[in-house]
């Protein structure tokens, strides 16, 4: 069992067309932005975040992943700011008020959204490096609906290091020690559709399989990017003025993988502090938590209880994330659009 990660993992990036080959996380919920490059910008100030995660713990060779993404809004205003700077718009503001009246919406303006990210995931052997450009351009469909689409651009790059591969037979002609290795094109699309009280998004990655280079050891296999697709929505509903509960739900889909569906539900208080829960599929149970702890600095915690075949030899999956507000002129404490 502590080998099946690798054998699985490896089997699905070297074959020709195999399953998921992109990191999974279970606090995409606090950063859409890694699904969907219609997010870049979708804040007034810079978001900059750190992730890492360790799957299946206990399990040899299994993935750890890491990542760093940011993106920021150009032609943005204030105006949403019903109160000031800092209050926050939509009709939970950044300092929660007993007077729902006090929380007066104004129309958005349209805007353009840039962002990078970068992403290492290695499970035993086998490391996928890709690094990413973002744009996106934001437009108010109604006085509280807007609308964005985005591009991504990038490179992915896949390495298998033969010398870290322990066989029984370590004399097996099919696998020599060298390193095999490819880098491809990365193209991804997505459009967002949000509020202060709702989202619907649609993106699709990996879009190309062109090949920029390759690296031949010894070993003689194809590997190509596997098109992804993903849909999500959550809605936000106001328990009271100062807690709010966000349910939503997430569609995936890599081909020839079968539809894999998370979902997932949160309370938030204050703006300040939140917790949920998230349920993937035939995988995991997954519990987040979280703190704003001010304008500038956030964090987010989450462990996967396995569900699947795998928990009887795994101890679950942690996954850490630290955000920082940057050119936060409004001191938003909270994400002001829901996301």
């Given amino acids: 069992m502590k080998k099946l990660a690798t054998i699985v993992f490896l089997f699905a990036l070297w074959a020709p067309a195999m399953a998921q080959q992109k990191a999974q996380y279970s606090q995409y919920l606090f950063n859409n932005f890694l699904l969907n490059p219609a ?46 700077p800092g209050t926050g718009k939509g009709f939970i503001p950044r300092m929660p008020s007993k007077n729902p009246r006090a929380t007066r919406y104004h129309k958005a303006r349209a805007h353009h959204g840039f962002g990078a990210m970068a992403q290492v995931d290695k499970t035993g052997p086998l490391s996928t490096t890709n690094a990413s450009l973002t744009y996106a351009y934001h437009h108010p469909i109604t006085r509280r609906v807007n609308m964005s689409v985005g591009l991504l651009g990038g490179v992915v790059q896949t390495r298998l290091d033969a010398n870290a591969i322990r066989l029984n037979h370590q004399q097996d002609p099919t696998l020599r020690p060298g390193t095999m290795s490819r880098t491809n094109f990365d193209l991804g699309l997505g459009t967002w559709v949000y509020s202060d009280y709702f989202y619907v998004g649609v993106s699709a990655a990996q879009l190309l399989t062109t090949r920029i280079s390759q690296s031949e050891g010894p070993l003689e296999a ?27 739900v997430m569609l995936k889909l890599a081909s020839p993988s079968p539809l894999a569906v998370d979902v997932n539900a949160k309370m938030t208080y204050a703006n300040r502090f939140w917790a949920g829960v998230s349920y993937r599929h035939g995988d995991a149970v997954a519990a987040l938590a979280g703190v704003n702890v001010n304008h500038v600095l956030d964090f987010g915690y989450s462990y996967d209880l396995t569900t699947s075949g795998l928990n009887s030899a795994s101890a679950g999956s942690h996954e850490l994330v630290v955000g920082i507000k940057l050119r936060n002129k409004a001191r938003v404490l909270c994400p002001e659009w829901l996301w």
């Fill in 39 to 84: 997010l870049s910008g979708i804040e007034s100030y810079t978001d900059v975040r750190f992730g890492t995660r360790r799957q299946w713990v206990g399990i040899e060779g299994a993935p750890v992943s890491y990542y760093v993404s940011g993106h920021s809004s150009f032609g943005t205003s204030d105006r949403n700011s019903p109160n000031g």
């Fill in 222 to 248: 194809e590997q190509k990017l596997q098109p992804h697709f993903f849909m999500t929505a959550g809605y936000r509903f106001r328990v009271r003025y100062d807690l709010s509960f966000e349910p939503s």
